[in-house]
């Protein structure tokens, strides 16, 4: 690899990740066009910049050199609905676009080693609700979300099996405007605060992927948990009146991820996928925030861990043209007691359908998701925010990759 081109793959995988803006814990329905199509079913096909997030021992798979650069769109839609005994007031959130990043470099280094780079949002979704608020409306915005730059090995054992581990380093960025609560399952509804900030943390991944035959392959992959440090600035007002700011420093750990996967193929042209995947929360119990005047103050969130399924099939229509589908039922991390407007949270589904072209060392692919869940949360004491919660999340994800 020559000089000119090692300096572009640098210069992506540090300018990158500033363009994200995302928020919330989960990302359904998958990371990348082609993974995205196929609903998430992936971790023993990799073969592209999601290798990254589903399994790193897949980027073996590469013939000479890749560069792929792509992003992933989301367009959520939220409501929220007090209780009838409440008024029944009901609010959407804003529309927003939330753009997250894909960008990778694989190299072969020797006939067995092969070298990657890539930056993805692993994690991220957020909700903002318009600025006329009612009275009964308290929590404003979220932002929580995790932009990875992973650097990656991936060892050919032998002709079936590959290897592969790499080092995450995430920039996570945060933001939560509501009442002050959480001191025990306390609600201080007039004092408000709007917290901002961001921060950095470092992980590891492992993979293997085992394929046989032509026919058959399966995949494991295993992404430690990232704590990162937040540090950022609170303003303060009381019954709306400004009361100042004060620096606020705080840690979160986003989740470990443990995947399985198969992928079979009962004839040429046609490509079945299914994978498991499970996400270990028991890290994020709370958030302590460390105020330089206020003092300090512990977050109860009691996240629990959950799986996720994944099914999806790839169709060959021609020598160029592949035809995607998809289906993905992930769990909710988030319990009855601490769910609120600003931090929704529900079990549900997503269909995906997507599209890809190949042309010599080129290639092209395209996916679209609808993501849709509902719960409703009962009005007792340790409920924080009683209500129906509802979630339509539209997507669409797109990717562009050279070989050579």
């Keep these: ?32 066009p082609r993974a ?16 990254f997030y589903y399994n790193v021992a897949g980027i073996s798979q590469v013939d000479n050199n890749l560069i792929e650069l792509g992003s992933d769109f989301n367009f959520p839609k939220l409501s929220f609905k007090l209780p009838s005994d409440w008024g029944g007031y009901s609010e959407e959130s804003a529309n927003k676009v939330f753009a997250m990043p894909l960008t990778a470099g694989m190299f072969r280094l020797t006939d067995k080693l092969v070298l990657g780079g890539g930056v993805y949002t692993p994690y991220g979704l957020g909700v903002e609700y318009p600025k006329n608020q009612h ?11 995790l932009t990875n730059a992973t650097l ?20 996570s960025q945060f933001a939560y405007s509501a009442p002050f609560h959480q001191l025990g399952q306390l609600v201080i509804d007039p004092l408000f605060l709007k917290n901002a900030g961001d921060g950095f943390g470092v992980g590891w991944r492992i993979g293997a992927l085992w394929q046989p035959s032509d026919r058959f392959a399966c995949g494991v992959s295993y992404s430690a948990p990232m704590k990162v440090t937040l540090k950022g600035e609170t303003d303060l007002s009381l019954f709306g009146l400004g009361l100042g700011r004060d620096n606020f420093k705080t840690h979160f750990t986003f989740p470990g991820r443990l995947g399985a996967g198969i992928a079979y193929k009962p004839s040429q042209r046609l490509l079945l ?6 996400f270990d929360y028991s890290g994020a119990d709370k958030m302590v925030f460390d105020f330089g005047k ?22 060959q229509l021609n020598e160029n043209w592949f035809a995607r589908g998809g289906v993905c039922w992930q769990g909710a991390p988030f319990p009855d007691s601490t769910t609120n407007p600003a931090m929704p949270d529900a079990k549900g589904f997503a269909w995906t359908t997507g599209l890809g072209y190949k042309k010599g060392d080129w290639s092209v692919d395209v996916a679209l998701v609808l993501a849709q869940a509902k719960r409703e949360i009962e009005q007792k004491p340790g ?17 562009t990759s050279y070989r050579f």
Excluded: C, Q
Aim: net charge negative.
């Design 383 to 399: 409920h924080l925010a009683p209500g129906e919660y509802g979630a339509t999340i539209p997507g669409i994800s797109f990717a």
């Design 135 to 145: 009275h009964g409306m308290l929590y404003r915005k979220s932002l929580l979300s």
């Design 294 to 315: 206020l003092p300090t103050i512990p977050n109860n969130l009691g996240w629990r861990s959950f799986v996720s399924l994944n099914l999806g099939a790839e169709y």
């Design 36 to 51: 995205l199509g196929m609903g998430g079913a992936y971790t023993a096909i990799a073969d592209d910049v999601s290798a």
């Design 1 to 32: 690899m020559n000089a000119k081109r090692m300096l572009t793959v640098m210069l992506l995988l540090v300018v990158m990740p500033g363009l994200a803006w995302a928020g919330g814990p989960n990302r359904i329905g998958g990371v990348g």
């Design 152 to 171: 990656a090995l991936s060892y050919e054992v032998s002709d079936t099996l590959s290897i592969g581990g790499g080092l995450d380093f995430g920039w």
């Design 273 to 278: 996928a299914f994978d498991i995947g499970y």
